[in-house]
């Protein structure tokens, strides 16, 4: 597959290609660690209930990415 929508609690987190997934989480401060399987811990932030989740904070990112998008494209 190719392109990955992420969904907490049914609120989008990341929508779009699979090879922008990784420098996306990069770009909001939430990187992939070092040994770490980049699914799980995508899984890890997007799951609500896991300690330490960023959820709201993804949602917020993934908000405020694409309100500055639309509002360039108007």
Avoid: Q, W
């Avoid at 960023?54 to 917020?60: Q, R």
């Amino acid at each position: 597959f190719d392109h990955l929508i992420l969904l907490t609690d049914g609120r989008c987190a990341y929508n779009g290609p699979v090879k922008e997934a990784r420098p996306y989480l990069d770009s909001i401060g939430v990187p992939v660690p070092i040994n770490i399987n980049p699914a799980d811990h995508i899984m890890d932030l997007v799951t609500s209930t896991m300690p330490g989740n960023k959820a709201d904070y993804m949602v917020e990112k993934y908000a405020t990415l694409k309100a500055a998008a639309v509002a360039a494209a108007v």
